[in-house]
């Protein structure tokens, strides 16, 4: 494992783990200013739209975890392809979810921030 996908791995860890405890503060620094997320619907969102649903207790999750992880480097950028294990509520309405998921991380300054996110339902689902 190269050190940049060595480095892609620990950010995927701490922020599967960022994401299970709703942490705010933890995902505002690792997400980029100009991150979008892509649900799994095709909504699009913001940075301040994704951590507002923590913030507003919209979405609990009680299971996150990122499988089957593949890491493509392209200099300072990495391209993630897993699976995204989800089970949570939105709303106060069960949301599981296994999705196919594509993270593109930039490395700035001496870290990375993830700043695209794409989720799409699995095919079998």
Known sequence: MTNTAAGV????DHWAEAELR?????LRAMLGDDFVGI???GFQIDKARWLDRYMSGSLVNTG????EPTVREYGPVAV????QNQ????AGEPFPGRFRMTLVAVRRGRGWEIVSLQLSPMADQ
């Open 22 to 26: 709703g942490d705010v503060t933890t």
């Open 64 to 67: 996150f975890d990122v499988t």
């Open 80 to 83: 993630v392809n897993g699976v």
């Open 9 to 12: 791995g620990q950010l995927l």
């Open 39 to 41: 649900g799994p619907h």
């Open 87 to 90: 089970t949570a509520t939105y």
